[in-house]
């Protein structure tokens, strides 16, 4: 009875964890910035390329409806600014796309000329493997030295797997598993 209380804590707080990483974008990170943009210095993508997205993430969008729309659109109809096959048309003027997969999503304006002119946005989703806090630090590997007689050999330098951001999600699992094994003695 007691363990299977503890197991039901256990999955409740691990499943909250993993819904806490799930976070709302608010694409260029002000409202009504799905416009067209009055530099290259205010491109929507600079903005892209600041964050970092990840599979179950949120983009939003806030615009005027009456005015524009953004299409979801596969990579050569977003380099031609191809607006006839989008994969997704929202117009609502607050939409909301989940982020389901890894990799890139292009996204630009339904308005004719609007893409040509700047408003569109390539998104780069991590990999579930890589998650925040999880990403590899890996380097490439030095350019080979020339041997010499003389020295020791050394071993390349590379880098490792960062363990940064670990420490919340490791700290409550380590507890959890902790308070499940003085709960299964005590039963």
């Known amino acids: ?7 039901r804590i256990v999955l409740l707080t691990i499943s909250s964890i993993m819904s806490i990483e799930a976070k709302d974008f608010a694409v260029g990170g002000k409202p009504s910035a799905w416009k067209i943009p009055s530099s290259n210095s205010d491109s929507l993508n600079q903005w892209a390329e600041a964050n970092r997205f990840q599979v179950g993430d949120y983009l939003v969008w806030d615009y005027d409806a009456k005015k524009d729309s953004v299409l979801q659109v596969r990579k050569k109809d977003y380099h031609s600014c191809n607006t006839s096959s989008p994969i ?3 117009q609502d003027g607050n939409t909301r796309v989940r982020l389901r997969r890894s990799g890139a999503h292009y996204f630009i304006s339904g308005v004719e ?3 040509e002119k700047g408003e569109k946005l390539v998104v780069v989703v991590i990999s579930e493997n890589h998650r925040e806090g999880f ?4 380097s490439p590997a030095p350019a080979p030295a020339e041997f010499d007689s003389g020295s ?3 071993a390349p330098v590379t880098g490792g797997v960062s363990t940064a951001g670990r420490g919340l999600v490791g700290a409550v699992l380590a507890l959890l598993i902790g308070v499940g094994v003085v709960g299964l003695v005590l039963v």
């Open 1 to 7: 009875m007691a363990s299977s209380l503890l197991f």
């Open 88 to 90: 997704a048309v929202h």
């Open 113 to 115: 000329g609007a893409c």
């Open 135 to 138: 990403q590899s630090s890996l």
């Open 152 to 154: 020791p050999a050394m």
